[in-house]
């Protein structure tokens, strides 16, 4: 057996395949990468996350009892890094039968067009089947999912938050944190 995959057997994390994210009150939030289910997706997350693309961007869009949404350099919901030479990503479903949308769960946000996914995520407050099979599944959040819980929500169905005070204050693929 491979020194990783000792270490995954013994349940340390795969630290290539792990997220940690920083928001405000020392709030750290890890979150496991699905590789399994969306190669594409994950591959991109940590490209813009090791090039330092999400940081400091708003979550401005959050919705109680549903999700919190970033990665928007812009914090208007029509955002992305096509201008620096990020072209959208082909979707990549899963079926409900292998991975739904539960609390913790991290997904693209995308236009209608179901490839349009480029650098916005969200985080689910709680399940929501309806987003099952419709959405890019590219993470699952396994500590620190109370501070996500803490972050303004927004106003109105839309769940728009004007000025968003909560940002994502950085992001790294613990792979490239010394241990």
Same mark, same amino acid.
């Given at each position: 057996m491979s020194e990783t995959n000792e270490a995954e057997a013994q349940g340390a994390p795969d630290r290539e395949n792990t997220l940690i994210m920083m928001l405000k009150d020392n709030g750290r939030v890890v979150i496991q990468l699905r590789p399994d289910l969306a190669p594409l997706h994950v591959e991109r997350v940590k490209t813009l996350t090791r090039q330092g693309l999400y940081d400091n961007t708003p979550f401005h869009r959050v919705i109680e009892g549903f999700m919190a949404q970033g990665g928007?350099?812009?914090g208007t919901g029509t955002g992305g890094f096509r201008d620096r030479g990020f072209s959208d990503v082909r979707a990549e479903f899963s079926p409900p039968a292998r991975a739904r949308f539960l609390r913790g769960t991290c997904g693209m946000a995308r236009s209608q067009d179901p490839n349009s996914?480029?650098?916005q995520f969200f985080i689910m407050?709680?399940?929501a089947s309806s987003l099952d099979g419709?959405?890019?599944i590219w993470g699952q959040v396994t500590a620190g999912m109370e501070f996500?819980? @803490?972050i303004k929500r927004g106003a109105g169905g839309s769940g728009t938050v004007a000025n968003p005070p909560? @940002?994502?204050i950085s992001m790294k693929v613990l792979a490239d944190i010394p241990a």
């Amino acid at each position: 057996m491979s020194e990783t995959n000792e270490a995954e057997a013994q349940g340390a994390p795969d630290r290539e395949n792990t997220l940690i994210m920083m928001l405000k009150d020392n709030g750290r939030v890890v979150i496991q990468l699905r590789p399994d289910l969306a190669p594409l997706h994950v591959e991109r997350v940590k490209t813009l996350t090791r090039q330092g693309l999400y940081d400091n961007t708003p979550f401005h869009r959050v919705i109680e009892g549903f999700m919190a949404q970033g990665g928007d350099p812009t914090g208007t919901g029509t955002g992305g890094f096509r201008d620096r030479g990020f072209s959208d990503v082909r979707a990549e479903f899963s079926p409900p039968a292998r991975a739904r949308f539960l609390r913790g769960t991290c997904g693209m946000a995308r236009s209608q067009d179901p490839n349009s996914a480029n650098s916005q995520f969200f985080i689910m407050f709680a399940p929501a089947s309806s987003l099952d099979g419709q959405y890019t599944i590219w993470g699952q959040v396994t500590a620190g999912m109370e501070f996500v819980d @803490r972050i303004k929500r927004g106003a109105g169905g839309s769940g728009t938050v004007a000025n968003p005070p909560d @940002r994502l204050i950085s992001m790294k693929v613990l792979a490239d944190i010394p241990a």
